[in-house]
Every structure is written in C-alpha cells, then in structure tokens.
C-alpha cells in the first residue's frame, strides 16, 4: 500500500541548533515533493518544492533533499528560533496530474 | 489579495443536520481543493476542481458528502445528514495550474466542525 511517513508526531531542539525532519514514502514515484509549514488554527503555509531530478534546495535557513533511491527528503531548518515552533507537512505529487498528497506532519518545538 | 476565504470558520451542530461549508479561492486561480484534517488520518483530500468542473472525488468519503463549484469565485462542501464521525477541520485550498499541476497550495484559515 502506499505510505508517506514523517519521522516523528514531535521534536524538541534548542534554539540555535539544526533541526531535521524526515519524509519517507512507499509506493510512490513522484515527480515533486513539497514542504508546508502549518501553525495552529491555521491553514498550511507553502515553503519549498524540489523536484525528483534535483538533489538539495535551499531557502534563506531552510534546506530540502529529496533522493529518489532511498524514497525520502529530509528538511533542514539552521539556526533554529523559537518562531520556527509550528507542525511541518511534506507532500507528494506523483507525475500527471494527480494531486497532492500529504504526510501527517511533525510537530517541531524550538525552546529558548 | 485577501487569500482563500472559507466561512463559517466554526460550527457545531447535531446529528443528522445539514452542513455547509463555504470556500471563495484565489482570484485567478483555477484549481481548487478540498481537505479535511483529523489528528488520527492527517489531511486527506476529499475532492478537486479545475476550471470548476470535478477531476477527483475519489477521497469524498461517502454519499452523504457532497460538492459543487458553480463559478469560478465560490464552492459548496456540503453533509447531508452530518455524523459526529465528520467532526474536523475542513480546508479549502486554490492554486493555479496554468504552468503545470505542481503548484504551490494557497490554503484558506479552514472550518472547525463539531457534530454532537
């Protein structure tokens, strides 16, 4: 069947450190992943796309892998800040046009 | 841009009513999404419009659900009769296919349902 997994309900890091989350999924050939950031009482808020053809994206303290061999992409937030508290969801949009679907997310706590 | 509308942004109600949900995206975008979101199954997708016509109501868990998208400017969820199995976030979300299907999601601030 098929399955996208993010590593963990929750993490905990302190200010300052590298957090990274992960995206595993089964049975699933996509052509693009996508990250979004959700905070309580809130719609998702889109951050990255990468492509099954690119390796690593960055943005500003932020930066996505994907690789298409181990069926995963991990998210990289640096120099984390408490504002960067929030549940992170990935998602995958396989080639066509079938849409997105999305992982469970984890909930990240950056602590001071 | 005042981004993806939704209304009510709360609502309880009891067995067996009826629900609707209310969604205005984007202007200019011409998909749009409808998810619903529970701590046990995550966010699922329940149902996609392009150009307002249904793609995929593959996910629209039973026929109790409903969907409709008259005109570009406004869609309807509905739940006829609701179950407190249907008690969520509802999202409603746009984005423009017009470059290719992997554009980014706008999602609306989403409906907390309650049925009791």
């Known amino acids: 069947s098929q399955k996208i997994e993010q590593n963990s309900e929750a993490l905990n890091i302190q200010e300052g450190k590298t957090a990274t989350l992960t995206c595993n999924y089964t049975?699933?050939?996509?052509?693009?992943l996508q990250w979004y950031r959700q905070d309580p009482g809130r719609g998702p808020v889109f951050l990255l796309l990468?492509?099954?053809?690119?390796k690593e994206k960055r943005k500003e303290r932020l930066k996505v892998t994907f690789d298409t061999t181990l069926k995963q992409s991990l998210f990289h937030i640096t120099a984390s800040q408490p504002a960067d508290s929030a549940t992170y969801l990935c998602?995958?949009?396989?080639?066509?046009?079938?849409?997105?679907?999305f992982g469970k997310g984890t909930r990240l706590s950056v602590i001071a | 841009d005042a981004g993806v509308i939704q209304s009510p942004r709360h609502e309880v109600t009891e067995m067996g009513q009826e629900v609707t949900l209310r969604c205005k995206p984007i202007?200019?975008?011409?998909?749009l999404f409808w998810y619903r979101q529970t701590m046990m199954r995550g966010l699922e997708l329940l149902i996609y419009?392009?150009?307002?016509?249904?793609?995929?109501d593959s996910g629209m868990p039973e026929d109790r659900f409903s969907a409709k998208m008259p005109n570009a400017s406004f869609s309807t969820l509905k739940i006829q009769p609701s179950e407190p199995r249907d008690s969520a976030v509802y999202f409603c979300?746009?984005?423009?296919?017009?470059?290719?299907?992997?554009?980014?999601?706008?999602f609306g601030p989403g409906t907390r349902l309650t049925v009791l």
């Open positions: 979300a746009s984005s423009t296919t017009t470059s290719g299907p992997y554009n980014e999601q706008f």
């Open positions: 049975n699933y050939s996509p052509a693009y």
């Open positions: 990468i492509r099954e053809n690119e």
């Open positions: 998602a995958l949009l396989n080639s066509g046009n079938t849409p997105l679907v």
């Open positions: 202007s200019g975008h011409n998909s």
């Open positions: 419009f392009n150009n307002n016509v249904p793609i995929d």
